[in-house]
């Protein structure tokens, strides 16, 4: 077979490939069953405050009752896409929901794009954008509804239109830090972590089991960490050995 010919079978495939693994599924927003937002139970996680990511302490709100803001959103999705939400949930991108910092989980809010006027209501159940100038970080679906995929980012207003009934009567709790350096279904994932950090950073670390809808999640830690300043110590150490996806967990 001539070889130009086999290189363009190949070349045709690696694209065909790629289009697959970055499409998304053309959905109709109009047909996604909307939000009927209501007084959830506050989320035994995601919840605790004041909690810390790069560095940065968060205070999650202990009133939202009138809370409106005004800002930049962007959206996420596949990236992850059937990975855990804050509160424990399986982000689905399909799905009208948000991330913000500090908006009480679960939280309905209703959002604005300031361009073209469109509305959406959304449920919080996860935290983040944890990047400057960004209140609010919307899934795919969302971002679809308010016409803003395209763009990536949009001017919007948002209002909260529902948080947790029990928001009032159950204050929203102080907790310890720890540093989680992964989350694994399979155990040996999880204590061949733990033991390879141990002998690289002669540190503690432990695995904590996490019962789920989807089994059990061995979760990597090292901690409490008693300072902000051992905090950042540690994750550069971590860092530095090469270990990615570090977090600030508060509990």
Avoid at 3 to 28: E, H
Avoid at 191 to 205: D, F, H, M, P, W
């Amino acid at each position: 077979m001539n070889k130009t010919f086999v290189l363009l079978i190949l070349v045709s495939l690696i694209i065909t490939g790629c289009g697959k693994k970055d499409s998304y599924r053309d959905i109709d927003t109009d047909k996604i069953k909307p939000w009927v937002p209501k007084a959830e139970p506050l989320s035994r996680y995601g919840n605790h405050s004041p909690y810390r990511v790069h560095g940065k302490v968060y205070q999650v709100m202990a009133q939202t009752s009138g809370y409106t803001e005004t800002g930049k959103a962007s959206w996420y999705g596949k990236k992850f896409h059937g990975r855990q939400t804050s509160n424990q949930e399986v982000f689905d991108m399909y799905k009208l929901t948000a991330a913000h910092k500090t908006l009480p989980l679960p939280s309905y809010v209703e959002v604005t794009n300031l361009k073209n006027n469109k509305k959406v209501i959304v449920r919080v159940n996860d935290r983040g954008p944890f990047v400057n100038n960004r209140i609010i970080d919307l899934s795919y679906a969302a971002a679809k509804a308010l016409d803003f995929v395209n763009d990536g980012i949009a001017d919007v207003h948002i209002r909260v239109v529902n948080s947790p009934k029990d928001l009032v009567n159950v204050p929203i709790k102080q907790g310890l830090t720890y540093l989680q350096l992964g989350a694994f279904a399979d155990k040996n994932s999880a204590y061949n972590l733990a033991r390879k950090v141990s002998q690289l950073l002669g540190i503690e670390t432990f695995v904590t089991i996490l019962s789920t809808q989807r089994g059990a999640l061995h979760r990597v830690r090292i901690g409490p960490v008693q300072s902000e300043n051992k905090v950042n110590q540690l994750m550069n150490q971590i860092t530095a050995n090469g270990i990615p996806n570090a977090k600030v967990i508060t509990e």
